[in-house]
């Protein structure tokens, strides 16, 4: 069982930034990997980026390379997703999710927290 725990979204104006964080807890395997997803009303799921638990494996969706950043304290347990210039296209409800192996697919992760909102507005 794996326990993740997403923090740090809120309300905010084009152009700033916000980092959530991810706290993960319980079995992960070295070989699992940790995504960022986001879901906005009336939408699917959508992959942001992705790193591997162990390693410097990282993954970004096309549209958010150089603006999102994905890291982890391994002391911590804290997977975080720096996102930086956001725009009112980036509001959703941030997920963050383990797979056994890296994935873009939301349906390939088989643990997910309860999420938490970021709302960007112009």
């Known amino acids: 069982q794996v326990q993740l725990v997403e923090s740090g979204g809120g309300s905010v104006q084009a152009g700033e930034s916000l980092r959530l964080s991810c706290a993960a807890s319980?079995?992960?395997?070295?070989?699992?990997?940790v995504g960022w997803f986001r879901q906005a009303p009336g939408k699917e799921r959508e992959f942001v980026a992705a790193?591997?638990?162990?390693?410097?494996?990282?993954y970004y969706a096309d549209s958010m390379k150089g603006r999102f950043t994905i890291s982890r304290d391994d002391a911590k347990k804290l997977v975080y997703l720096e996102m930086n210039n956001l725009e009112p296209e980036d509001t959703a409800v941030y997920y963050c999710?383990?797979?056994?192996?890296?994935?873009?697919?939301?349906?390939?992760?088989?643990?997910w927290g309860q999420g938490t909102q970021v709302t960007v507005s112009s």
């Open positions: 790193l591997s638990w162990v390693g410097s494996s990282t």
């Open positions: 319980g079995r992960i395997f070295t070989s699992y990997h």
């Open positions: 999710e383990t797979s056994p192996g890296f994935s873009r697919r939301d349906q390939s992760y088989d643990y």
